[in-house]
Every structure is written in structure tokens, then in C-alpha cells.
């Protein structure tokens, strides 16, 4: 079955501070993609950064980036220098080869002032 | 920015009875998607279409839910009879193409089934 596993329930970080959130996933296929979404509370979800996997590169969007392991299958997000606005949820999750996005059950980041 | 719309955001319903939710998406976004999110959860597709055509709804429970795109642009999901069991938030993504385009979300339906 494909699943993707966020460990993480809960996750807190002190303002300005940098935070690692994890993600694992299990899929048979060769070529898909890998999003973070970001859901902030009572608000719509929004993509915070993708990864191809064929791209060994790792993606990096302004104070996000992730690290990218495809043969262990991981692909965790970092976010440096956090700020208030980045409490939500947030999502990890691939699309198969019929495009649909399959997402992991979330971890909430809290961001201590 | 365009974005996806959504409406109503909030509803309440009580079992046995029918609703419907409404989804705009981005104009000229080909495909569309429903999802179900239920507390907690991450969301899970429903329905996809791309324009008019479904794509995928092999996860849509088809004794109770419908859904259509009759002209290839907005949707409605419709639930009927509504269960205990239904009470979640609907999601509504749309994307440029059918492929690996990024998909944008709309803001929601949270429905409350009494």
C-alpha cells in the first residue's frame, strides 16, 4: 500500500529558531513528486515546497528546504529562522502516476514567541 | 491571486438529509479534485476530473456521494442521505493540467452531520 508516515504529532520551536519536521513514504514507483503543504488554522492549505524525485538536488524555497533521501525514502523539511506565521499543520505528501496527492497524517509546529 | 472557491464554508446538517458543496476552481485549471479530511486526518481524494470526464472515483462511496463537472469548469459534490460518519472538511484543489502540476487548494466545506 502507499502511505506516508509524519512520526511527528506535534512539533514546537522557539522564534528564529530552526526546526526539522519528518516524513517518510512508501511507493513502488519510480517517478513521482513530493510536496509540504501548510495548513494554518481555519485557512486554506497551501503548497510550501515540491522535490521531483528524479532530482537529486535538494529543493529550497527562501527559508525552507528539505532533504531528500529517495532510497531510504525520506523526505523531511527544514524551516530556518521560524516565524509566528509559520504555525499550521503541515503535510507531507506525493502524487502516484495518477496524479492524485496521497498525504500523511500531519504534524502540528508550534512557534514559541 | 486567483484562488479556488468554495461554498458554503460552514454546514449543518442532520442524517438522512442531502447536501451540497459548490467548488470554482482557478480559471483555466483543466483538473479538479474533491477531497475528505477528517479530524486529525490527512486529506484523501474522492473525485478527480479532468475537464468534464472522471478521472478517478474509486474512493468516492457512490451509494450516497455524487459528484459533477457538467461544463468543465465548477463542480458540486453532493451527499445523500448525509451519515454521522460524513462530518469532515471538503477540500477542493484545482490544477493547470492533468500531470504533476502543483495542486491549489480552495478554502473548504467543514460539515457537521447531527
Known amino acids: 500500500a502507499q502511505t506516508v508516515t509524519q512520526s511527528q504529532p506535534e512539533m514546537s520551536v522557539q522564534e528564529a529558531e530552526t526546526v526539522t519536521l519528518s516524513c517518510t513514504y512508501d511507493t513502488s514507483e519510480s517517478d513521482y513528486y513530493l510536496f509540504w503543504y501548510k495548513q494554518p488554522p481555519s485557512r486554506q492549505m497551501i503548497l510550501v515546497i515540491r522535490?521531483?524525485?528524479?532530482?537529486?538536488q535538494n529543493a529550497t524555497e527562501n527559508r525552507f528546504s528539505v532533504n531528500f533521501q529517495k532510497a531510504a525514502k525520506s523526505f523531511s523539511l527544514k524551516i530556518s529562522d521560524s516565524q509566528l506565521g509559520d504555525a499550521a499543520m503541515y503535510f507531507c505528501?506525493?502524487?502516484?502516476?495518477?496524479?492524485?496527492?496521497?498525504f500523511g497524517s500531519g504534524t502540528r509546529l508550534l512557534v514559541r514567541p | 491571486e486567483a484562488e479556488v472557491a468554495q461554498s458554503p464554508r460552514y454546514k449543518i446538517t442532520e442524517k438522512s438529509q442531502a447536501v451540497a458543496f459548490w467548488c470554482d476552481p482557478i480559471s483555466g485549471h483543466a483538473t479538479l479534485y474533491w477531497y475528505r479530511q477528517i479530524l486529525g486526518q490527512g486529506p484523501e481524494l474522492l473525485v478527480q476530473?479532468?475537464?468534464?470526464?472522471?478521472?478517478?472515483d474509486s474512493q468516492l462511496p457512490k451509494d450516497r456521494f455524487s459528484a459533477e463537472r457538467l461544463k468543465g469548469v465548477d463542480s458540486t459534490l453532493k451527499i445523500q442521505p448525509a451519515e454521522l460518519g460524513d462530518s469532515a472538511m471538503y477540500l477542493c484543489?484545482?490544477?493547470?493540467?492533468?500531470?504533476?502540476?502543483?495542486?491549489?487548494f480552495g478554502p473548504g466545506t467543514r460539515l457537521t452531520v447531527l
Open positions: 522535490q521531483e524525485a528524479y532530482k537529486q
Open positions: 505528501a506525493y502524487t502516484d502516476s495518477s496524479y492524485k496527492l496521497i
Open positions: 484543489a484545482s490544477s493547470r493540467t492533468y500531470g504533476q502540476d502543483t495542486q491549489y
Open positions: 476530473f479532468q475537464d468534464e470526464s472522471v478521472v478517478d
